[in-house]
């Protein structure tokens, strides 16, 4: 097998292939591929955030030495976050993996060689489906890699190595957005272009803290000449609140009940858009009985808000030529997010107010290729937004793939909840987890570090050995970054853009690509992905998956021409007038993906939150992202001395001071955070954004979801992260 896998190791992209030979522990940034001019320049996309930022990295001798904001790209227009700036400096980390490591007979994790790991992924990996059944072994992957690396891990996990069940990430971030439109439009499809920040003269951010989650957008927002109402809603007075023209500070969790009700006024005033209505969608009479029953009485006693509050943001909507609706996790992350979600959608749709500049009902994706993966991940969906129980889209992936139709499962995966569900009731042993960091960003964490001390076997493949959830891992396989491979991402607003090398990954790490063909060939199935020669050769198979879909992207020629275009959104067919239009958005004929062409108004009535406060937990405990300087669990955006400045460095709470004064909390002080699951300890930020009764921590500390509580949307799974019920008391004794 050995000589096997060395002619793989060698056969493909240069700079991979050379790390092989270099000593582990190499920090600096390598050399770069061989196919760049030493003194090159090149631009790639961004591998933080959704917005899809393109970056111009500056080569010396080279060796990438520094980068700018691309100018021309249509996204960011020469503009980047602190994140996007300092995105080199995670690669140069001393905790980088730079080798596999075997958890020892001492409970260490040492080093191994690649061969010795490879046999040891398929020994023990292959033991336990032998014994508990294909099933038995499951994947949790990421938004943060390449779609052509999704694909093919993908593909290898169900169709070569038998899986039945795999997720992502995203689950945590974008299920509910996904569900939402996939019910409501036809197929999982943002409508939207960024230039429609430009466009709206009513902006409605709703769970969206702009100027933090995503400050480009934020930036394309203020170059919005039309002078436009930003109207805000969300429980906390965020960033974007204070300098939006207006903000509903609504209780925690009445989203529902708020957007439903604000319909009904909508309706009540004759201020929709009848003849859209019966033109493209359909389900108005019930949505209207439906909506009749949320007198805005009602509403505003569940909301807090006045009842003229309620009216006035119903006339500013209809007053507005062109209002869009913005949304992210304050949304997502709820135990009734996709109702949520489509309550909104059903306000744009009731208003007209879709496929036209400026408008729409979109949804702000979080990761660099979240969108990427709801396409390409076969995870929950079969390749390109199709169905694993549809035996003609099987036959379809089949076809396009060469593959046996056997080989596809005809079940969709469990959900991530499920999965971990799986494993606490010993239907799940052995789990391969990829570029992801769980065991921080999980909800309720007590539950889950139990959870994977019951594996019989967890493989981490990360670019850092040092995550919490890699201190776990049986076997870790060590991955190159972004900015040491090559694929492609897409943003929020469906556009595809290229990611390059210019940096060698240290010591023996592989691209997540490299590493997905050395399994094939391990495991024996290497003659399935014969074709998967390299992500371009695996975009091409794309191209061919997205034939006739939504999401049909066989006018992209190949990277060259993503390069050209500054990225393609999708659709882009191959009969379609090439280079595309550069900015686009869908639905401008009013046709939805269904049969009949009409999108579907969804309603529900709303439910409780699912942990409630009382005597002993009377506080709410939202979390969410605290700076534009920290991403996520921090495992790369720790590594920049600059960032680290840039937010504090010990965990805080927000505390509105009314609750702080008479809890005899002075500023900065020291208390405890207290769920029915944890405790945590942190500084008081005593501040108005919060209000009294309600508390804010952010996620970036490793604390924080020791706290929350596992609620789950029913139709998209993706955890409610943004409600329970906490008590704060102050330490007696102050830390110094
Ligand atoms: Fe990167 Fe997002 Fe920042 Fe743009 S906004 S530079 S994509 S992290």
Same mark, same amino acid.
């Given at each position: 097998m050995?000589?096997r896998?060395?002619?793989?190791?060698r056969?493909h992209?240069?700079p991979l292939t050379?790390?092989l030979v270099?000593e582990?522990?190499?920090?600096?940034?390598?050399?770069?591929?061989a196919?760049l001019?030493?003194?090159?320049t090149?631009?790639?996309?961004?591998?933080?955030c959704?917005?899809?930022?393109?970056?111009t990295?500056?080569?010396?001798n080279g060796?990438?030495v520094?980068?700018?904001p691309?100018?021309?790209?249509?996204v *960011?227009?020469?503009m980047?976050?602190p994140?996007?700036?300092?995105?080199?400096?995670?690669?140069r980390?001393?905790?980088?993996?730079?080798?596999?490591?075997?958890?020892?007979?001492?409970?260490r994790l040492?080093?191994?060689d690649w061969?010795?790991a490879m046999?040891v992924?398929?020994?023990?990996?292959?033991r336990?489906?032998e014994?508990?059944?294909?099933?038995?072994?499951?994947?949790?992957?990421?938004?943060?890699?390449?779609?052509?690396e999704?694909?093919?891990l993908g593909?290898?996990?169900k169709?070569?190595m038998?899986m039945v069940h795999?997720?992502?990430?995203?689950?945590?971030?974008?299920a509910t957005?996904?569900?939402?439109y996939k019910?409501?439009?036809?197929f999982?499809?943002?409508p939207?272009?960024y230039r429609?920040?430009e466009?709206s003269?009513v902006?409605?951010l709703?769970?969206?803290n702009?100027c933090?989650a995503h400050?480009?957008l934020?930036e394309?927002?203020?170059r919005n000449?039309?002078?436009?109402?930003i109207v805000?809603?969300d429980?906390?007075?965020?960033?974007t609140?204070n300098a939006a023209?207006?903000?509903y500070?609504?209780?925690?969790?009445s989203d529902?009940?708020?957007?439903?009700?604000l319909?009904?006024?909508?309706i009540?005033?004759g201020?929709i858009?009848?003849?859209?209505?019966?033109?493209?969608?359909?389900g108005?009479?019930?949505?209207?009985a #439906?909506?009749?029953?949320?007198?805005?009485?009602?509403v505003?006693?569940?909301t807090?808000?006045?009842?003229e509050q309620?009216?006035?943001?119903?006339r500013t909507?209809?007053?507005?030529?062109?209002v869009s609706?913005w949304?992210?996790?304050?949304?997502?992350q709820?135990h009734?997010?996709?109702?949520?979600?489509q309550?909104i959608? *059903?306000?744009?749709?009731?208003t007209g107010n879709?496929?036209?500049?400026?408008?729409?009902? *979109?949804s702000?994706?979080?990761?660099?290729?979240a969108?990427g993966?709801?396409?390409?991940?076969?995870?929950?969906?079969?390749?390109?937004g199709?169905?694993?129980?549809d035996e003609?889209?099987?036959?379809d992936v089949?076809?396009?793939?060469?593959i046996p139709v056997?080989k596809?499962p005809?079940?969709?995966?469990?959900a991530?909840d499920?999965?971990?569900e799986?494993?606490?009731?010993?239907?799940?042993?052995?789990?391969?987890i990829i570029?992801?960091?769980?065991?921080h960003?999980?909800?309720n964490?007590?539950d889950?570090?139990?959870?994977?001390g019951?594996?019989?076997f967890?493989v981490v493949?990360?670019?850092?050995?040092?995550?919490e959830?890699?201190q776990?891992?049986h076997?870790?396989?060590p991955?190159a970054?972004?900015?040491e491979k090559?694929?492609?991402?897409?943003n929020?607003e469906?556009?595809v853009?290229v990611v390059?090398p210019v940096?060698?990954?240290?010591?023996?790490?592989?691209?997540?690509?490299?590493i997905?063909?050395?399994v094939?060939?391990s495991?024996?199935?290497?003659?399935m992905?014969a074709?998967?020669?390299?992500p371009e050769a695996v975009?091409?198979?794309?191209?061919?998956?997205s034939?006739?879909?939504?999401?049909d992207?066989?006018?992209i020629a190949d990277?060259?021409m993503l390069?050209?275009?500054?990225?393609?959104?999708?659709?882009h067919r191959?009969?379609?007038p090439?280079?595309?239009?550069s900015?686009?958005?869908?639905f401008?004929?009013g046709r939805f993906?269904?049969a009949d062409?009409?999108?579907?108004l969804?309603f529900?009535?709303?439910?409780?939150p699912?942990?409630?406060t009382?005597?002993?937990?009377?506080?709410l405990?939202s979390?969410g992202?605290g700076?534009?300087s920290?991403w996520?669990t921090q495992?790369?955006?720790s590594?920049?001395?600059v960032?680290?400045?840039l937010?504090?460095?010990q965990i805080y709470?927000?505390i509105n001071p009314?609750d702080?004064r008479r809890l005899?909390?002075a500023?900065n002080?020291w208390v405890r955070v207290?769920s029915?699951r944890?405790?945590?300890q942190?500084?008081a930020?005593v501040? #108005?954004?919060?209000?009294?009764?309600?508390?804010?921590v952010p996620?970036h500390?490793?604390?924080?979801?020791r706290?929350?509580?596992?609620?789950f949307?029913?139709?998209s799974?993706?955890?409610?992260?943004?409600a329970?019920?906490?008590?704060?008391?102050?330490?007696?004794?102050?830390?110094?």
């Amino acid at each position: 097998m050995r000589k096997r896998l060395e002619a793989l190791l060698r056969q493909h992209d240069g700079p991979l292939t050379q790390d092989l030979v270099l000593e582990p522990g190499r920090f600096d940034l390598g050399r770069v591929p061989a196919r760049l001019a030493p003194d090159a320049t090149t631009s790639m996309v961004c591998g933080y955030c959704s917005t899809g930022c393109a970056l111009t990295v500056h080569l010396k001798n080279g060796v990438a030495v520094n980068l700018t904001p691309s100018r021309g790209y249509p996204v *960011n227009r020469g503009m980047a976050c602190p994140k996007g700036w300092e995105a080199l400096v995670p690669l140069r980390a001393a905790d980088r993996a730079t080798t596999p490591l075997m958890r020892n007979a001492r409970g260490r994790l040492e080093p191994i060689d690649w061969d010795r790991a490879m046999r040891v992924f398929v020994q023990r990996l292959r033991r336990v489906q032998e014994r508990w059944g294909p099933g038995s072994v499951a994947f949790l992957s990421t938004g943060q890699i390449v779609s052509e690396e999704m694909a093919l891990l993908g593909a290898l996990a169900k169709f070569g190595m038998g899986m039945v069940h795999g997720d992502g990430n995203t689950r945590q971030c974008m299920a509910t957005a996904v569900t939402a439109y996939k019910e409501s439009f036809g197929f999982d499809a943002p409508p939207y272009s960024y230039r429609d920040l430009e466009e709206s003269d009513v902006v409605v951010l709703v769970g969206s803290n702009l100027c933090i989650a995503h400050p480009i957008l934020w930036e394309r927002l203020q170059r919005n000449r039309h002078r436009p109402e930003i109207v805000v809603i969300d429980p906390r007075k965020t960033e974007t609140a204070n300098a939006a023209t207006a903000h509903y500070a609504i209780k925690p969790k009445s989203d529902l009940v708020f957007f439903t009700g604000l319909l009904n006024v909508l309706i009540e005033k004759g201020w929709i858009d009848e003849a859209f209505l019966r033109a493209h969608t359909a389900g108005f009479a019930a949505l209207a009985a #439906h909506a009749a029953q949320f007198p805005v009485e009602r509403v505003a006693e569940a909301t807090g808000l006045g009842v003229e509050q309620i009216v006035a943001l119903a006339r500013t909507i209809a007053r507005g030529r062109r209002v869009s609706f913005w949304w992210t996790m304050g949304v997502n992350q709820s135990h009734e997010g996709v109702r949520t979600a489509q309550a909104i959608i *059903n306000l744009a749709l009731c208003t007209g107010n879709i496929g036209r500049p400026g408008t729409g009902a *979109n949804s702000i994706t979080g990761q660099c290729n979240a969108m990427g993966s709801r396409l390409w991940s076969n995870t929950t969906n079969l390749f390109g937004g199709r169905s694993f129980t549809d035996e003609r889209d099987r036959a379809d992936v089949a076809r396009i793939l060469d593959i046996p139709v056997d080989k596809i499962p005809a079940q969709p995966s469990l959900a991530y909840d499920q999965i971990l569900e799986g494993i606490l009731a010993r239907k799940i042993r052995a789990l391969w987890i990829i570029g992801t960091n769980p065991a921080h960003s999980w909800i309720n964490q007590a539950d889950f570090h139990d959870i994977l001390g019951r594996l019989d076997f967890l493989v981490v493949q990360d670019m850092y050995s040092s995550t919490e959830t890699a201190q776990h891992a049986h076997l870790v396989l060590p991955a190159a970054a972004w900015g040491e491979k090559e694929g492609t991402f897409i943003n929020s607003e469906r556009r595809v853009g290229v990611v390059r090398p210019v940096a060698r990954a240290p010591g023996q790490a592989l691209s997540d690509f490299r590493i997905f063909q050395l399994v094939a060939e391990s495991w024996g199935c290497g003659a399935m992905f014969a074709r998967w020669r390299s992500p371009e050769a695996v975009f091409a198979m794309l191209r061919e998956l997205s034939r006739g879909r939504p999401c049909d992207i066989t006018g992209i020629a190949d990277y060259a021409m993503l390069d050209e275009c500054g990225g393609v959104q999708w659709p882009h067919r191959d009969d379609a007038p090439s280079p595309p239009e550069s900015e686009r958005r869908l639905f401008a004929d009013g046709r939805f993906f269904f049969a009949d062409g009409k999108a579907r108004l969804i309603f529900e009535a709303p439910r409780p939150p699912p942990e409630a406060t009382d005597a002993r937990y009377p506080f709410l405990l939202s979390s969410g992202r605290g700076s534009s300087s920290q991403w996520h669990t921090q495992t790369r955006t720790s590594k920049s001395p600059v960032l680290r400045r840039l937010h504090p460095q010990q965990i805080y709470v927000e505390i509105n001071p009314a609750d702080a004064r008479r809890l005899g909390i002075a500023p900065n002080d020291w208390v405890r955070v207290v769920s029915r699951r944890a405790a945590l300890q942190a500084r008081a930020f005593v501040t #108005h954004a919060i209000a009294a009764g309600q508390v804010f921590v952010p996620m970036h500390y490793a604390e924080t979801n020791r706290l929350t509580f596992p609620a789950f949307d029913p139709y998209s799974r993706q955890p409610a992260y943004k409600a329970c019920a906490v008590a704060i008391e102050k330490l007696a004794t102050q830390p110094t």
